[in-house]
């Protein structure tokens, strides 16, 4: 393989004289943020429609006859897990920061 010699340098425009920055919508990051808001909406927009088309639909009594509810110790085992799992990030935090 061979070394590649380096290119001299051309200057080819002044550019001090362009902005250093853009405002309005020749902002590339208003257009990101604007593009953001609208999928935001469409998506807040879909579930409220779905809710409204649920509410209109004669559904039986929730939860169905014959399916009972789900078991709350389950529940409470992942919420323990969880808090203990909190408790020993904390103790281990001092000992991460020396």
Do not use: C, K
Not at 47 to 63: N, S, V
């Amino acid at each position: 393989m061979t070394a590649r010699l380096p290119r001299d340098v051309a200057i080819v425009g002044d550019l001090p004289a362009l902005p250093t920055s853009a405002s309005g919508a020749r902002n590339l990051i208003s257009w990101g943020n604007i593009g953001f808001m609208l999928i935001e909406g469409t998506g807040f927009a879909l579930g409220a429609a779905a809710y409204l088309y649920l509410m209109t639909q004669q559904a039986p009594a929730w939860p169905p006859v014959g399916i009972r509810p789900p078991d709350p110790l389950v529940g409470r085992g992942v919420h323990a897990r969880l808090a203990a799992e909190r408790v020993t990030q904390s103790l281990g935090a001092p000992l991460r920061a020396q």
